[in-house]
């Protein structure tokens, strides 16, 4: 923290501001790929699809206050809501006190991106390039101006080499399996990624991303997450009767484990930086 200020209101600010941007993060998540206007209508109800009051809005205090359901018709509000704006906030906070403010608020940008990626190939296996395209931009920018440790160099190797590695690897499993194993939205997440943090940051996260998706996919077969899987517009991104249920052959969405990598290579990059490339 640089700013001539005190240290107790630059972290509130930081906090409001972080679960601020989950909220935003979430209605992102939620209207992107339903092609809606992300600036109007105002906040709605997913469920009665009513105006919700200004009070209604406020980040984590509104969710805790009506314990979790609409105001106007009490249907439940999904738990991804709160956990966003909480996460983020806490995640603000954490780069207030870790970093200076301009490398901070990159990184914040840029968990802020993964995680509203995070929330949509959940949901609809699919990557927006409108995220990642000018991610891969606003990374290399990043990396130049506001992030001293990587830099410009590493930002552009990193934009190369992650959309590089990847697009390898899906063409390399469609050769041999028959059928796309990665799809491109994946090859754009990981060259933003490569933008913000550069090359370390692409190998940490396509490791770790590897790691944690590997078990977390396991379990999306096991509880029958690849049976169907949804697609934009409510089309079915596969014929029910053509649907293969096996874990060899599921349909698991990568983006969240790689946002989940880069997410903490993110905020935690000098000390990972340190114990993983100096072995």
């Known amino acids: 923290m640089t700013l001539d200020m005190p240290l107790g209101i630059g972290a509130a600010i930081a906090f409001i501001f972080g679960a601020s941007v989950g909220s935003f993060v979430c209605m992102v998540g939620y209207r992107l790929p339903r092609d809606l206007s992300i600036v109007t209508p105002r906040s ?13 809005n406020i980040p984590i205090l509104a969710y805790l206050g009506l314990k979790g359901r609409c105001v106007m018709c009490g249907a439940p509000i999904p738990f991804r809501h709160f956990l966003a704006e909480f996460g983020l906030a806490l995640i603000a906070l954490y780069l207030f006190f870790a970093f200076p403010i301009p490398d901070a608020f990159a990184r914040f940008v ?4 993964l995680w509203t990626v995070a929330i949509i190939d959940y949901d609809w296996r699919l990557i927006p390039n409108i995220i990642t395209w000018p991610g891969m931009l606003v ?6 101006l506001m992030i001293p440790e990587v830099g410009w160099k590493s930002s552009l190797i990193g934009i ?13 499993y469609q050769l041999v399996r028959g059928r796309e194993g990665v799809g491109l939205g994946d090859v754009w997440l990981l060259g933003m990624v490569g933008g913000f943090l550069g ?15 590997a078990a977390g996919g396991i379990a999306f077969a096991l509880m029958g997450g690849g049976a169907t899987a949804p697609a934009p517009l409510g089309e079915p991104a596969t014929d029910p009767e053509e649907a293969d249920v096996s874990i060899l052959k599921t349909e698991v969405p990568f983006g969240p484990y790689l946002a989940l990598a880069a997410g903490v290579f993110a905020l935690f990059q ?6 993983y490339f100096s072995r």
């Open 270 to 275: 000098p000390q990972l930086a340190h114990w």
């Open 110 to 113: 840029l968990c802020a991106s």
């Open 139 to 144: 990374g290399f920018a990043a990396a130049s």
């Open 199 to 213: 090359w370390p940051g692409v190998f940490f996260t396509m490791f770790f991303g590897s790691v944690i998706g």
């Open 160 to 172: 190369i080499v992650g959309g590089g590695v990847l697009w390898g690897t899906g063409y390399f």
């Open 44 to 56: 709605y109800c997913e469920s009665c699809e009513r105006a919700l009051p200004w009070w209604a």
